[in-house]
Protein backbone atom coordinates (compact mmCIF):
# COMPACT_ATOMS: atom_id res chain seq x y z
CA UNK A 1 0.00 0.00 0.00
CA UNK A 2 1.49 3.48 -0.70
CA UNK A 3 1.77 6.31 1.23
CA UNK A 4 -0.85 8.27 -0.98
CA UNK A 5 -3.49 5.17 0.22
CA UNK A 6 -2.62 5.28 3.56
CA UNK A 7 -3.40 9.16 3.97
CA UNK A 8 -6.84 8.39 1.95
CA UNK A 9 -7.60 6.05 4.34
CA UNK A 10 -6.95 7.79 7.46
CA UNK A 11 -8.74 10.63 5.99
CA UNK A 12 -6.72 13.49 6.88
CA UNK A 13 -6.06 16.58 4.33
CA UNK A 14 -2.23 17.17 3.11
CA UNK A 15 0.11 19.46 5.20
CA UNK A 16 0.09 22.27 2.22
CA UNK A 17 -4.04 22.58 2.35
CA UNK A 18 -4.15 23.24 6.57
CA UNK A 19 -1.18 25.20 6.51
CA UNK A 20 -2.66 27.06 3.50
CA UNK A 21 -5.71 27.54 5.73
CA UNK A 22 -4.21 28.58 8.22
CA UNK A 23 -1.90 31.10 5.93
CA UNK A 24 -5.81 32.91 5.01
CA UNK A 25 -7.10 32.56 8.62
CA UNK A 26 -3.56 34.56 9.44
CA UNK A 27 -4.33 37.13 6.87
CA UNK A 28 -8.28 37.01 7.86
CA UNK A 29 -7.09 38.02 11.29
CA UNK A 30 -7.05 42.16 11.82
CA UNK A 31 -10.66 41.87 10.17
CA UNK A 32 -11.60 39.52 12.54
CA UNK A 33 -10.24 41.45 15.63
CA UNK A 34 -11.41 44.75 14.50
CA UNK A 35 -15.13 43.60 14.26
CA UNK A 36 -14.99 41.43 17.22
CA UNK A 37 -13.66 44.78 19.23
CA UNK A 38 -16.72 46.92 17.60
CA UNK A 39 -19.11 43.93 18.76
CA UNK A 40 -17.66 44.22 22.02
CA UNK A 41 -17.91 47.95 22.23
CA UNK A 42 -21.44 47.96 21.55
CA UNK A 43 -22.48 45.48 24.15
CA UNK A 44 -20.85 47.56 26.58
CA UNK A 45 -22.32 50.30 24.73
CA UNK A 46 -25.88 48.67 25.20
CA UNK A 47 -25.48 47.45 28.57
CA UNK A 48 -23.88 50.21 30.82
CA UNK A 49 -25.64 52.75 28.37
CA UNK A 50 -22.48 55.21 29.09
CA UNK A 51 -20.64 56.52 25.76
CA UNK A 52 -17.03 54.90 25.32
CA UNK A 53 -15.01 58.05 24.06
CA UNK A 54 -11.82 56.52 24.66
CA UNK A 55 -12.43 53.20 22.83
CA UNK A 56 -14.06 54.65 19.76
CA UNK A 57 -10.88 56.58 18.94
CA UNK A 58 -8.69 53.91 19.83
CA UNK A 59 -10.59 52.19 17.46
CA UNK A 60 -10.27 54.35 14.68
CA UNK A 61 -6.87 54.48 15.22
CA UNK A 62 -6.75 50.85 15.07
CA UNK A 63 -8.83 50.44 11.70
CA UNK A 64 -6.34 53.17 9.85
CA UNK A 65 -3.37 50.73 10.80
CA UNK A 66 -5.48 47.73 9.83
CA UNK A 67 -6.50 49.43 6.63
CA UNK A 68 -2.31 50.69 6.02
CA UNK A 69 -1.22 47.40 6.56
CA UNK A 70 -3.27 45.15 4.81
CA UNK A 71 -3.03 47.15 1.54
CA UNK A 72 1.12 47.67 2.23
CA UNK A 73 1.86 44.67 0.37
CA UNK A 74 -0.36 45.39 -2.75
CA UNK A 75 1.68 48.65 -3.57
CA UNK A 76 4.57 49.13 -5.57
CA UNK A 77 7.00 52.06 -4.71
CA UNK A 78 7.98 54.69 -2.31
CA UNK A 79 5.51 57.40 -3.74
CA UNK A 80 2.44 55.10 -3.93
CA UNK A 81 3.36 53.88 -0.52
CA UNK A 82 3.54 57.42 0.71
CA UNK A 83 0.27 58.08 -0.93
CA UNK A 84 -1.47 55.39 1.06
CA UNK A 85 -0.17 56.68 4.69
CA UNK A 86 -1.33 60.10 3.69
CA UNK A 87 -4.50 59.44 2.27
CA UNK A 88 -5.61 57.64 5.06
CA UNK A 89 -3.39 59.33 7.71
CA UNK A 90 -6.34 62.29 6.15
CA UNK A 91 -8.76 60.04 6.28
CA UNK A 92 -9.37 59.24 9.58
CA UNK A 93 -8.26 62.36 11.28
CA UNK A 94 -11.27 63.89 9.52
CA UNK A 95 -13.24 60.70 11.12
CA UNK A 96 -11.50 61.68 14.63
CA UNK A 97 -12.50 65.64 14.23
CA UNK A 98 -15.72 64.92 13.30
CA UNK A 99 -15.74 62.47 16.60
CA UNK A 100 -14.31 65.03 18.61
CA UNK A 101 -17.17 67.68 17.21
CA UNK A 102 -19.56 65.83 18.66
CA UNK A 103 -18.35 65.77 21.75
CA UNK A 104 -18.10 69.18 21.94
CA UNK A 105 -19.69 69.95 25.49
CA UNK A 106 -22.77 71.84 23.50
CA UNK A 107 -23.20 69.28 20.94
CA UNK A 108 -22.90 66.93 23.47
CA UNK A 109 -25.63 68.53 25.49
CA UNK A 110 -28.04 68.33 22.79
CA UNK A 111 -27.47 63.87 22.77
CA UNK A 112 -28.82 62.00 25.52
CA UNK A 113 -25.80 59.70 26.79
CA UNK A 114 -26.32 56.53 24.98
CA UNK A 115 -27.10 58.44 21.73
CA UNK A 116 -23.59 59.78 21.48
CA UNK A 117 -22.56 56.66 21.63
CA UNK A 118 -24.35 55.77 18.81
CA UNK A 119 -23.24 58.79 16.54
CA UNK A 120 -19.70 57.83 17.38
CA UNK A 121 -20.32 54.19 16.17
CA UNK A 122 -22.07 55.65 13.09
CA UNK A 123 -18.86 57.40 12.08
CA UNK A 124 -16.76 55.01 12.93
CA UNK A 125 -18.62 52.39 10.21
CA UNK A 126 -19.00 55.21 7.92
CA UNK A 127 -15.09 55.63 7.87
CA UNK A 128 -14.45 52.33 7.65
CA UNK A 129 -16.58 51.64 4.74
CA UNK A 130 -15.24 54.62 3.24
CA UNK A 131 -11.72 53.46 3.86
CA UNK A 132 -12.74 50.33 2.14
CA UNK A 133 -14.45 51.43 -1.08
CA UNK A 134 -11.19 53.93 -1.65
CA UNK A 135 -8.79 51.15 -1.40
CA UNK A 136 -11.01 48.07 -3.37
CA UNK A 137 -11.09 46.25 -0.12
CA UNK A 138 -14.23 44.00 0.75
CA UNK A 139 -12.98 42.96 3.43
CA UNK A 140 -12.51 46.73 5.27
CA UNK A 141 -16.19 47.07 3.53
CA UNK A 142 -17.68 44.72 5.60
CA UNK A 143 -16.49 45.55 8.57
CA UNK A 144 -18.12 49.00 8.10
CA UNK A 145 -21.03 48.00 7.10
CA UNK A 146 -20.95 45.04 9.83
CA UNK A 147 -19.95 48.07 12.23
CA UNK A 148 -23.11 50.38 10.57
CA UNK A 149 -26.04 47.61 11.06
CA UNK A 150 -24.85 47.32 14.61
CA UNK A 151 -26.67 50.86 15.34
CA UNK A 152 -30.11 49.97 14.26
CA UNK A 153 -29.76 46.67 16.28
CA UNK A 154 -28.68 48.53 19.43
CA UNK A 155 -31.75 50.95 19.33
CA UNK A 156 -34.38 48.35 18.03
CA UNK A 157 -33.86 45.10 19.44
CA UNK A 158 -33.54 43.78 23.14
CA UNK A 159 -30.09 42.37 24.42
CA UNK A 160 -30.17 38.55 23.50
CA UNK A 161 -31.62 39.17 19.96
CA UNK A 162 -29.14 41.20 19.37
CA UNK A 163 -26.38 39.29 19.95
CA UNK A 164 -27.90 36.65 17.73
CA UNK A 165 -27.93 39.30 15.06
CA UNK A 166 -24.32 40.51 15.24
CA UNK A 167 -23.17 37.12 15.17
CA UNK A 168 -25.44 35.77 12.06
CA UNK A 169 -23.49 38.97 10.35
CA UNK A 170 -20.40 37.66 11.64
CA UNK A 171 -20.77 34.42 10.23
CA UNK A 172 -22.10 35.55 6.58
CA UNK A 173 -19.01 37.80 6.62
CA UNK A 174 -16.75 34.84 7.57
CA UNK A 175 -18.63 32.42 4.72
CA UNK A 176 -18.31 35.28 2.21
CA UNK A 177 -14.59 35.27 3.06
CA UNK A 178 -14.34 31.60 2.76
CA UNK A 179 -16.58 31.26 -0.15
CA UNK A 180 -14.38 33.50 -2.27
CA UNK A 181 -11.23 32.00 -0.56
CA UNK A 182 -12.46 28.59 -2.29
CA UNK A 183 -13.66 29.96 -5.65
CA UNK A 184 -10.22 31.32 -5.97
CA UNK A 185 -8.12 27.83 -5.59
CA UNK A 186 -7.24 26.26 -8.52
CA UNK A 187 -9.26 22.99 -9.03
CA UNK A 188 -7.14 19.80 -9.86
CA UNK A 189 -8.62 17.31 -12.77
CA UNK A 190 -9.79 14.08 -11.73
CA UNK A 191 -7.03 12.52 -14.81
CA UNK A 192 -4.58 14.57 -13.08
CA UNK A 193 -5.39 12.90 -9.65
CA UNK A 194 -5.28 9.60 -11.67
CA UNK A 195 -1.81 9.66 -12.56
CA UNK A 196 -0.14 11.43 -9.74
CA UNK A 197 -1.79 7.58 -7.96
CA UNK A 198 0.39 6.01 -10.67
CA UNK A 199 3.19 6.97 -10.02
Same mark, same amino acid.
Request: charged content about 10%.
Given at each position: MSKIDVQRNVGTEPPSYRSGMAHFLWQQLPYIVALVLAIGGV??????HQPLVGYWEFLALA? /??? /????KWPETQGKETQLRLIWTQALHWIAVLVTMNIILVSGVQQLLPTPATGLVLLTLLALGTFLAGVSLL?????????AMGVAVPAISWLKQSVF?? &? &????? &????????? &???DGRPRIAPSDTNSQVEA
Amino acid at each position: MSKIDVQRNVGTEPPSYRSGMAHFLWQQLPYIVALVLAIGGVAYTNVSHQPLVGYWEFLALAI /CVV /CVVTKWPETQGKETQLRLIWTQALHWIAVLVTMNIILVSGVQQLLPTPATGLVLLTLLALGTFLAGVSLLSLQISFLGLAMGVAVPAISWLKQSVFFF &L &LGAVL &LIGLGITFW &LRQDGRPRIAPSDTNSQVEA
